[in-house]
């Protein structure tokens, strides 16, 4: 499911019909690169007018898995390897880009990079493998889930 703006929602934010992270608008470009235009919500402030280096690797993540979406193939990160260039400033516009970077079997080798909207300053850059995973991938989760007993 897309929002109005052709985000691609996880499970999460469908029912907002938006991205609660902050991903705002996506397109692909005839390279295949995804180009979002972001922003870091006041609620994940970190630091005095910075993001929490979480909402940075967790938008990386959205990032680098978009890449692969937008082609039709579901795939889970399993590695992510996040740079923190500089601070991420909150309430700012910002632009991410995510590439294929290469394939193999059932991984995807992905890279993406967070960047000021202004000028291009690079704050945030990440390498991730994303293994695609079959339609029935959550169901199978849960069904293992119900067999670990409760805790």
């Known amino acids: 499911?897309?929002?109005?703006?052709?985000?691609?929602?996880c499970q999460g934010c469908r029912a907002a019909?938006?991205?609660?992270m902050g991903l705002l608008r996506e397109t692909q470009r005839d390279d295949d690169v995804v180009v979002s235009d972001l922003v870091c919500p006041r609620d994940h402030e970190g630091g005095p007018n910075v993001a929490h280096g979480g909402w940075t690797a967790g938008m990386l993540d959205?990032?680098?898995g978009h890449a692969v979406l937008v082609r039709?193939?579901?795939?889970?990160?399993?590695?992510?390897?996040?740079?923190?260039?500089?601070?991420?400033?909150i309430e700012v516009p910002l632009i991410g880009t995510a590439?294929?970077?290469?394939?193999?079997g059932r991984r995807a080798f992905v890279s993406a990079r967070i960047e000021l909207a202004r000028n291009g300053a690079l704050l945030a850059s990440a390498k991730a493998i994303l293994v695609k995973r079959p339609?029935?991938?959550?169901?199978?989760?849960e069904a293992w889930l119900a067999t670990q007993g409760e805790q």
Do not use: N, W, Y
């Open 135 to 141: 339609a029935d991938h959550f169901q199978r989760h």
């Open 99 to 104: 590439r294929i970077d290469g394939e193999e």
């Open 1 to 9: 499911t897309s929002s109005e703006t052709g985000v691609l929602l």
């Open 17 to 20: 019909g938006r991205c609660r």
């Open 72 to 89: 039709g193939d579901f795939a889970v990160t399993g590695t992510l390897e996040v740079i923190f260039h500089k601070p991420m400033p």
């Open 62 to 64: 959205e990032l680098v």
